[in-house]
């Protein structure tokens, strides 16, 4: 065990180092060695700061038979939201702004940049108006602390902004003293040190031809982003949204070759999917949201064609139906559970194995299914949509109480359920009851008793979206 501990002190004093690709594939590295050893791993990533910057927490513990904590360790990791994207595309490291040889230089009638960087990155540049900018976003690059602008004069930059965009382009904006248009732009490679210059040409301009020669405002906010354009252009126009109701997707689980649960000859597939026609029939009545089904009769569907369906559906909240049962005959009421990457319990770990198992049946290659859902829980979008899926939660959780119906002891749980991994739509797992619960199992088949919970789920969701509007109107500003 010491043997053991000794390595990880020292696999997390490289951490800080690291990517967050590297970072995921450590992650995986300790649980492969830990997990046998009766170790439990736990990984929770905050992102803190506009600049991407994220503090993981990694806490190893001996599991049940072991008594003591044995470690606890803190790594802040700085990195880039898109690194994991440039490390996909084979770029490896993340490419850096180089002070030695980067400079902007200014002359009567024209005005220069170059940048030196590590390594070559993918950009693209505009100019804007009123006043007029120059805009360039390279995805993706680390800055360093390079001060680009000291030695400009304030007739030709006002002011220089630089930062990380939300999707993990970094920005760098120009605010002109004068209206200086685009003579030209490359980026050129050297071959023996592998470092890149992007060298910028820009002359002056009467103002007509450089509006002319200018994006419109606001489509490159709609293209790219508004993030970091001058505070006193003029507004982008919102993007045309045609009104509609909100859009639940129900996600009646099993079906097909996967019966799910069996008791006596009931099948947890026929169960749910009776039940999330009930709660289509109440949503739709109250008129409230518009829903969709995964699926409406008994057939299989692979989880990933469940999420699939839901986008293609362009839902806003994802709900899975089900009852399973548990070995260990013990639990009984409804219990909501959210994406996490580790089992709250070793009934969530067992659900989740389970929902997996009949898509290898199905010969679904669920290879890599571990490393998605770890990426999943550490990308940026999941960061917004971590807490609406809390929210939601707490909202069935709510409504649930709130109608009389029996809860679970631990109401709220998480495991790494495959179905809940769209990172941009919030998503629970409710299991209505448990067909391994005599008690439980007589009210899945009671119709008064299903439409009770099916009231109370559409309560909760109505004031889940209430509270999620608000808090959206909230992010926003
Ligand atoms: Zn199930």
Not at 171 to 182: E, H, K, Q, S, Y
Request: charge should be neutral; charged fraction near 25%; hydrophobic fraction near 45%.
């Amino acid at each position: 065990m010491l043997r053991l501990i000794k390595l990880v002190r020292e696999r997390e004093s490289t951490l800080s180092a690291m990517t967050m690709c590297n970072f995921t594939k450590v992650i995986a590295f300790l649980k492969f060695i830990l997990v046998p050893h009766g170790f439990l791993l736990r990984v929770w990533c905050v992102r803190e700061t506009l600049l991407g910057q994220r503090r993981c927490v990694v806490r190893i513990r001996a599991g049940w038979q072991h008594a003591l904590w044995v470690m606890s360790g803190v790594v802040v990791l700085i990195l880039l939201s898109a690194q994991t994207g440039g490390a996909q595309n084979g770029l490896g490291a993340q490419a850096r702004v180089l002070e030695t040889g980067s400079a902007i230089r200014a002359s009567q009638n024209a005005l220069s940049l170059e940048l030196v960087i590590s390594q070559p990155v993918p950009y693209r540049l505009r100019v804007l108006a009123g006043p007029p900018r120059l805009v360039m976003d390279f995805n993706t690059l680390d800055w360093a602390g390079v001060d680009l602008g000291a030695q400009v004069p304030r007739s030709h930059v006002r002011a220089l902004r630089q930062g990380q965009l939300p999707d993990g382009w970094s920005r760098l904006v120009l605010d002109m003293g004068a209206p200086f248009g685009l003579a030209s732009s490359e980026q050129r490679i050297d071959a023996s040190t592998g470092q890149a210059v992007i060298s910028v040409q820009l002359v002056r301009m009467d103002l007509d031809a450089f509006e002319r020669a200018a994006q419109d405002e606001g489509r490159f906010a709609v293209l790219s982003g508004g993030a970091f354009l001058h505070p006193e252009a003029a507004p982008a126009p919102a993007a045309p949204v045609a009104r509609r109701k909100p859009v639940v997707m129900l996600d009646p689980g099993h079906g097909g070759l996967d019966p799910g649960a069996e008791r006596g000859g009931i099948r947890e597939a026929d169960l749910v999917l009776t039940f999330a026609r009930q709660l289509r029939e109440v949503l739709v009545r109250r008129g409230l949201f518009d829903v969709a089904m995964t699926r409406d009769e008994d057939v299989f569907v692979s989880l990933d064609g469940r999420i699939r369906a839901a986008r293609a559906a362009q839902a806003d909240v994802f709900l899975s139906l089900h009852a399973d049962a548990l070995p260990e005959g013990l639990a009984s009421g409804a219990v909501i559970y959210l994406l996490g990457d580790t089992a709250s319990d070793d009934s969530a770990a067992y659900l989740a194995e389970r929902h997996d198992r009949a898509d290898m049946l199905a010969g679904v290659d669920l290879t890599g299914n571990t490393d998605e859902i770890a990426r999943v829980l550490m990308s940026v979008a999941w960061q917004d949509t971590a807490p609406r899926a809390r929210d939601l939660a707490e909202s069935l959780v709510e409504g649930v109480g709130a109608a009389g119906l029996r809860l679970h002891r631990r109401p709220i749980q998480s495991g790494a359920f495959t179905v809940l991994r769209a990172v941009d739509m919030p998503s629970a797992l409710v299991e209505l009851g448990f067909m391994s619960s005599p008690r439980d199992l007589a009210n899945l088949r009671d119709p008064d008793w299903t439409l009770r919970m099916a009231e109370a789920l559409a309560d909760s969701l109505e004031l889940w979206h209430e509270r999620d509007m608000a808090l959206q109107g909230l992010r926003r500003r």
